[in-house]
Structures are given as structure tokens and as C-alpha cells.
């Protein structure tokens, strides 16, 4: 094993050698001195530079007497130029007659728009069709309850006679309803009517939804913020008239009144109308909720 080992350490040595002189023999044939060749190339580089400066040292100076003669004539024109400076101008009179306007248009005083008997008037007719609303569920229920008669009859004459008197009572209604619309537009609603509303009007499927305004009068719904008069109307439509009714309203409550608020999705909730709706019910003009029987 040593014998191998010295065997391959002199080969090594031996290759090292010949790749020495191997290098060595091949720089010696190649090598070219270039210092010759520097010094001769900065030998004339300096002399094309001393030859540049004496050509451009060789050549004639400008003459600038002409320009700067020019350049005087024209400073001199300039010069002569008079402008006139105008005179400090008076505004004085722009300012009064500005002042004038100014006053004349703070005398103007537009008259502001009476809404307040053409709401009592829509008030008014709102609460005289809700018991016509009423009126006509129920008679849409009485031809829900007709049952098939005696074959001698056909059903479209058993239907008229059914529906005859809830049609006289209907047209009653309505022409009573126009006369007090008309009679007494910004008055509260008729005695008749109030008792008509005492009844319980919940709707079907809701749990406190209103047909009708059923307890009182109705809160003014455009206190709570983000209620404007059109969206109480729609409110009404929905059968919402009272600050305890949005009180009491549970996630579900908010999700089914804000599936038909059309246009208005996602203002009971980023208006908080449950909170405002506590603190308004509280008020003493807020009408109560009623005691349960």
C-alpha cells in the first residue's frame, strides 16, 4: 500500500514538472515586450496635442465689435421706448355699485314653500283609504269562504250575490271617505275611523305589523335619522306607524322590513333605527305601546 501510495506522489511530482516547463516554454516563445510600443504611442500622442494648440493658438481673434455695436442699438431703441404708466385707476364707483347689488339681492325675501297643509291633506287621505284596505281583505276573505252551491245556481251568480252588499258597503265607504277628504282635509280622522282602527290589525305572517294605525295616531317616523317623508310613507305601506314597533324588532324583524324597503336596503341598520328607536319611544309624545289583553 505504500509502494502504491509513493508510486502515485512521484507521478504527480513528475506531471507538476512537465507542466511547469511546458508553460514556461510557451511564455518564452510568445512574450512580447510592449513597452517599446507605449513609449512610441505617448510620443506622438504629445506631439498631435503641441501641434493642435500651435494651430489653434495660429488662428486670427474674433471680432465681437460688431455684435457689441449691434447689442448697443438695441438697448438704446429699447430705451427710447415711453411707455405710459397709467394713473392710480378709480374703483370706487365699481365697489358702490357692488355694495348696491349686494344690498338688493339680501332684500329679497322668496316666500318658503307651504307643505304643511298639502301633508295634511296626503295624512288625511292616507288614513281614510286604510279602512277601505281593511274593507277590501275582507271581502277578498268572504269570496274566499263561498262554497260551491246547489247546481240549480251557477257560481258566477252566487258569487254577485255574495259580493253585492260588501260592493254597496264598499262604494259607501269611499264616498264618504272623499266627502270628509274633501270637507276636512287638514282635520284628524272621523270617529268612525278611530274606532275602525281600535281594532287589532296585525298582518298575516308578522309580528308586529300593522294594517291600519290601529293604536293612536301615528309617530312621526322622519324623526329617526336617515327617514326622509318618502320613506315614511313607505314605512306606512309596510305597516309600520309607531317608535315601538321598530323597538321591539328582532335581526329577523330587521331582515323582512329591509327585504321591502326597495331602494333603501341597508339603512335600518347603518342608521341604527332600532336605537334611535328606543330613545323616541321613550319621549312623552310618542304613543305608547298598548297593553296586551
Known amino acids: ?89 378709480d374703483l370706487s364707483p365699481l365697489h358702490a355699485r357692488l355694495e348696491d347689488l349686494t344690498r338688493r339681492v339680501g332684500d329679497i325675501h322668496l316666500p318658503a314653500p307651504d307643505l304643511g297643509s298639502t301633508d295634511a291633506r296626503l295624512t288625511a287621505i292616507e288614513h281614510a283609504l286604510f279602512p277601505l284596505d281593511t274593507r277590501l281583505d275582507e271581502l277578498a276573505s268572504a269570496v274566499r269562504a263561498l262554497r260551491t252551491p246547489a247546481p240549480a245556481a251557477s257560481a258566477a251568480e252566487v258569487v254577485s250575490e255574495a259580493a253585492a252588499p260588501a260592493a254597496e258597503s264598499l262604494d259607501t265607504s269611499l264616498d264618504a271617505a272623499a266627502e270628509a277628504v274633501a270637507e276636512r282635509p287638514a282635520q284628524a280622522p272621523p270617529e268612525a275611523m278611530k274606532e275602525e282602527a281600535s281594532l287589532e290589525a296585525v298582518r298575516d305572517g308578522s309580528r308586529n305589523l300593522l294594517t291600519h294605525p290601529s293604536h293612536g295616531k301615528p309617530d312621526d317616523l322622519t324623526r329617526i335619522k336617515g327617514v326622509a317623508k318618502v320613506l315614511e310613507h313607505t314605512l306606512h305601506k309596510v305597516g309600520v306607524f309607531y317608535f315601538w314597533q321598530i323597538a321591539e324588532w328582532s335581526p329577523e324583524d330587521v331582515r323582512h322590513v329591509d327585504s321591502q324597503l326597495t331602494g333603501f336596503h341597508g339603512r335600518i341598520e347603518s342608521d341604527e333605527w332600532v336605537s334611535q328607536a328606543n330613545e323616541l319611544a321613550a319621549l312623552p309624545s310618542a304613543t305608547p305601546r298598548p297593553r296586551e289583553h
Open 1 to 89: 500500500m505504500g509502494f502504491l501510495l509513493t508510486k502515485i506522489l512521484f507521478l504527480l511530482v513528475l506531471a507538476a514538472a512537465s507542466g511547469a516547463l511546458l508553460a514556461y516554454w510557451w511564455f518564452r516563445r510568445h512574450y512580447e515586450d510592449v513597452t517599446l510600443d507605449y513609449a512610441r504611442s505617448r510620443e506622438e500622442w504629445d506631439a498631435w496635442r503641441r501641434g493642435f494648440e500651435e494651430r489653434l493658438a495660429a488662428r486670427p481673434a474674433v471680432d465681437l465689435e460688431p455684435l457689441t455695436q449691434q447689442l448697443s442699438a438695441v438697448h438704446a431703441a429699447v430705451s427710447d421706448i415711453d411707455i405710459p404708466i397709467p394713473e392710480r385707476v
